[in-house]
C-alpha cells in the first residue's frame, strides 16, 4: 500500500488518544467537595463532545480523571465543572471550562502525563462561564 492509501485508512478510521487531569476545586477558600467533573474530547461542527470520564470532587476537592476516545485528528481534551459555589438563588448551574493543553494528549488507551489543573477557586467569574441546567445535583 502507498502511504497516502495509509493516510487515507488512519484518517478514516482513528486511532485510539487517552488524557488524564487532576486538580482541586475550594469555594470561598473552602474545599468544594461533591461537585461534579467531566472529561470530554471537544469536538466542533456536528459532531458531539465525547464523554471520556466523569466524577465528583472528594472531602478535600480533589478531582481526578482518565479517559480515552478514537478520533482521527489530535483530541481536544477539556474538563467541565459544574458548581453552585457563590451562586446564590440562581437556578441551575455554573458550568466552567477548562481546555488540557495538546502536550499532555497520549497516543493509545493509558496517558502518559497527567495535566495537574491546580487548585481553582470557584467563587471568582470566569470568561466563557455558562449555565447548565441538566447537571443539576439531585
Given amino acids: 500500500a502507498t502511504l497516502a492509501a ?38 466542533t461542527g456536528p459532531d458531539l463532545d465525547d464523554l471520556m470520564d466523569e466524577g465528583t470532587t472528594d472531602s478535600q476537592g480533589r478531582f481526578s480523571l482518565s479517559g480515552t476516545t478514537d478520533e482521527a485528528l489530535t483530541i481536544d481534551p477539556k474538563v467541565n465543572i459544574y458548581h453552585d459555589c457563590d451562586d446564590g438563588l440562581w437556578p441551575c448551574q455554573r458550568r466552567i471550562t477548562i481546555f488540557v493543553p495538546s502536550s499532555y494528549v497520549s497516543s493509545g488507551k493509558n496517558p502518559k502525563m497527567t495535566y495537574n489543573a491546580g487548585s481553582i477557586e470557584l467563587a471568582g467569574k470566569f470568561e466563557g462561564e455558562t449555565r447548565d441546567c441538566i447537571h443539576k445535583r439531585r
Fill in 6 to 43: 495509509v493516510l487515507q485508512l488512519a484518517v478514516a478510521v482513528g486511532f485510539d488518544q487517552s488524557a488524564a487531569v487532576v486538580g482541586t476545586l475550594m469555594c470561598n477558600g473552602r474545599p468544594a467537595s461533591g461537585v461534579r467533573v467531566k472529561l470530554y474530547d471537544d469536538d
